[in-house]
């Protein structure tokens, strides 16, 4: 089963938000943001903008009709700034004119004269000032400070990761377009509808119902669309409120870059006590996230990485401490695995310290310490699988078939300029919203009469095959062609309340409630047919390859005719579901309960060539074992671990942030100055294999989710080239300061004893 989407992707026929033909009275909207880090206005006026040809209208904070506030968790963001610039990039005004070139020429037209203030752009100097978005939480369990004295070897020191641009293909946009009595209709690329609605109903001072947010589809998002859509959105719907006509807005690349938060860079002070024999006694983390100017997702984003501060392994005595530290950068928000990256990060290089100090490989200390099923988290929830250590064993198996130790101390003993690394990765990600009440999903299932279906759900396809996996669920449950399927846009008026496509286990929930719905009407038709064959009152009736079956018997009587015949004895033919994932609770004063349903696990080994001279590197080839449960799609599931792997190398290694040193304005603003992974960045080999699997707690069908765990297997390339290093000279000392780019590397290795 391909993805659905694929002809239309490579026809170029798919539409976007910017693909849509709209009415010639449409606006294209502009906006004004702020120039500085931080700094007042001081005066602010539309002036020569409004005498340009073609600009209908200019929009500022005194225009919003309810409340300027569009903030989640915390309720410190301004949709237009009033007062205050907090960071580069924050929404000032919007203009509306006939032409996006008109509107952006108006935008440099308005007088805006503003007072710079000093700003901060560290996590530590944010510390320091008490300059934090919430104040600090710890995870803990034993007892740490007792527990040092029964180690043999104690590491401390810090490691710090890089943020990351998320560069979806399609940069952040939406149209509004007015409908009768005051409605508004909004066409957004974003991960959460719910969220554009409730904040535009409150920006625009009407009541939710009066709002209608439409999602076809978003060419990517990977967490960037879960907040950061929302701002452009409103501001269109704004848009259409005051001058009556429908109004567009789309960021140029630039300003997306430019403009929108991104993964939060991290700060980390650890210190990780073990005995001799590698077994870790002890761990104490505390990181300094990045917030941005306002909170956004950073204090969820944060919990995350307190949940994942040991990963995947058992570690008797945890003390590990959050803090989120407001900067004047543009908010930093969610990206694919959602601060667990940034905990593995800081563990990983923890055990690369370790083993230089015991004398031993990453290796030995990783594999001692897994975990085991029933062994506690730091939040008290015992780990309730056993494919973490399914999946290393398995991985090693590959591994030591293919003689790759042997290869490489050959290849080492031989080589001068080029020196191989190997690095295995294990990662165990909690599937779930941290925030219980986002643990739920819904679907509505209509059968036509022609025996075609329409299914929606809160799920947003965003290139992920979220769509392609609601159409097989649906197909399976009915037993029915998949052909019969359409999987409708995401619209507010026919799924409520929904949660946004993320935290990897969209499939999992609006999959249930697919099941729910389409299960439901089963039975109905079910009960019609035995009815209409006549069956006796005890007889099993299936619906199987689109035939009714009694009690394992064909009958003549299949799914089209099925469907015409309960349509006129007046079968419902359509059903609403919800789904609630069952299990779940958090206490937040303890910090302790059951935050997931369940765990995805796995191993990822790298093998990377280094060439000496030059500081530059290929991955030659990642073994990946994987646990994908009972995987709906395999295919699709591939591609996710796939490109999760590539993002996660890029995030390690090529991709970084540079800013301005004195105005903090973002130097690495295009693609010729921030590389993602390539063609020529891809591994010579990515092998992955499934983890045969069954678990209770998984998702829909006993399949798992897949978005983000594969990203956490790209850390992995991190420490190949430490490896690497290590067989150039064992004397250089490593860093633990993603990413860990070329020039890095080259300096590093020209490093001076
Ligand atoms: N988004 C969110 C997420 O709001 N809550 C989460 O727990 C989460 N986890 C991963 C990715 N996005
Ligand atoms: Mo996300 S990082 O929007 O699952």
Redesign the pocket.
């Known amino acids: 089963m391909k993805h659905q989407d694929a002809l239309l992707h490579v026809r170029g026929r798919s539409l976007f938000v910017d693909d849509f033909k709209l009415p010639r009275n449409l606006l294209h909207a502009a906006v004004l943001v702020s120039p500085v880090s931080h700094g007042e206005i001081e005066t602010l006026e539309a002036g020569e903008a409004l005498s340009i040809p073609g600009v209908e209208a200019v929009i500022t904070a005194e225009d919003i009709p309810g409340k300027n506030q569009i903030g989640s968790i915390i309720k410190d963001e301004l949709l237009l700034a009033e007062k205050e610039l907090l960071f580069i990039g924050q929404p000032v005004a919007v203009v509306l004119a006939d032409t996006p070139e008109n509107a952006r020429a108006a935008v440099k037209a308005i007088n805006m004269e503003i007072t710079e203030l000093p700003s901060v752009v560290d996590p530590r100097e944010a510390f320091e000032k008490g300059m934090l978005i919430a104040p600090p939480r710890t995870f803990s369990m034993g007892n740490t400070s007792e527990a040092w004295d029964k180690c043999d070897c104690i590491v401390a020191g810090r490691a710090d990761s890089g943020g990351q641009e998320h560069l979806y293909l399609e940069t952040q946009g939406a149209f509004a377009i007015p409908m009768e009595d005051g409605c508004i209709r909004i066409t957004s690329g974003t ?1 959460g509808p719910t969220f554009v609605q409730r904040v535009a109903a409150r920006v625009l001072n009407l009541p939710m119902n009066k709002i209608e947010v439409d999602v076809g589809r978003l060419g990517g ?6 907040d950061q859509a929302t701002p452009w959105a409103v501001l269109s719907a704004l848009g259409v409120q005051l001058t009556g006509k429908p109004v567009k807005l789309v960021l140029n690349r630039n300003e997306d870059m430019t403009w929108t938060g991104k993964r939060h860079p991290y700060s980390s002070d650890f210190k990780l006590g073990l005995a001799n024999d590698g077994t870790m006694i002890a761990w104490e983390v505390t990181y300094y996230q990045n917030g941005g100017a306002v909170s956004d997702l950073s204090t969820v984003i944060l919990e995350r990485t307190l949940f994942h501060s040991t990963n995947a392994y058992f570690i008797p005595n945890v003390k590990a401490t959050g803090i989120s530290c407001r900067t004047n950068l543009p908010p930093n928000t ?5 601060g667990a990256p940034q905990a593995m990060y800081v563990l990983e290089s923890a055990i690369h310290s370790a083993s230089h100090k015991l004398g031993v490989t990453p290796l030995e200390i990783q594999e001692k310490n897994l975990l085991k099923k029933d062994d506690i988290f730091p939040f008290g929830m015992p780990y309730e699988g056993n494919e973490i250590r399914r999946s290393w064993k398995k991985a090693h198996e590959i591994h030591q078939a293919g003689n790759v130790e042997r290869r490489v101390r050959d290849f080492n003993s031989s080589n001068a300029m080029f020196k191989k690394g190997i690095s295995f990765m294990p990662v165990c990600f909690g599937i779930s919203f941290t925030h219980l009440s986002m643990n739920q999903a819904n679907a509505l299932v209509h059968v036509y009469t022609d025996g075609s279906i329409g299914i929606s759900t809160g799920a947003v396809e965003m290139g992920q095959g979220v769509n392609t996996k609601m159409a097989q669920v649906a197909a399976r449950t009915f037993g029915i062609d998949l052909f019969r399927i359409k999987v409708e846009s995401t619209n507010t008026t026919r799924s409520a309340n929904t949660s ?5 286990s969209a499939a999992d929930m609006n999959g249930n409630a697919v099941r729910i719905a389409c299960s439901n009407i089963l039975k109905r038709l079910l009960i019609f047919a035995g009815k209409h064959l006549d069956a006796a009152p005890d007889s099993q009736i299936d619906l199987i390859h689109e035939k009714v079956m009694i009690n394992g018997e064909k009958t003549h009587l299949e799914w089209n005719k099925l469907i015409g015949l309960a349509y006129l004895a007046r079968v419902n033919l359509s059903s609403q579901a919800h789904y609630a994932t069952p299990g779940l609770h958090f206490n937040k004063s303890s910090e302790k309960g059951r935050p997931f349903s369940y765990h995805v696990a796995g191993t990822a080994v790298t093998e990377i060539t280094l060439d000496r001279l030059r500081g530059v590197f290929s991955v030659d080839a990642v073994q990946i074992v994987h646990d994908c449960g009972e995987s709906i799609n395999p295919l699709v599931d591939r591609g996710q671990i796939e490109g999760g792997l590539l993002q996660g190398i890029g995030w390690v290694t090529l991709e970084e942030l540079k800013y301005h040193p004195e105005t903090n304005a973002l130097l690495s603003d295009s693609l010729a100055t921030y590389k993602i992974p390539d063609m020529y960045s891809t591994p010579g080999e990515v092998d992955i294999e499934f983890l045969e699997c069954h678990s209770e707690n998984a998702g829909v069908y006993n399949s798992k989710a897949v ?2 765990p594969p990203f956490m297997y790209g850390i992995g390339t991190y420490f190949a080239i430490l490896d690497a290093i290590r067989a150039c000279d064992p004397e250089i000392p490593p860093v633990y300061c993603a990413p860990l780019t070329n020039e890095k590397i080259l300096l590093l290795l020209q490093k001076k004893r």
Do not use: I
């Open positions: 991960q998002a990977f967490g960037g669309k879960e969610a990206f694919r695995g959602f946004p496509t993320a935290a990897s978005g983000e």
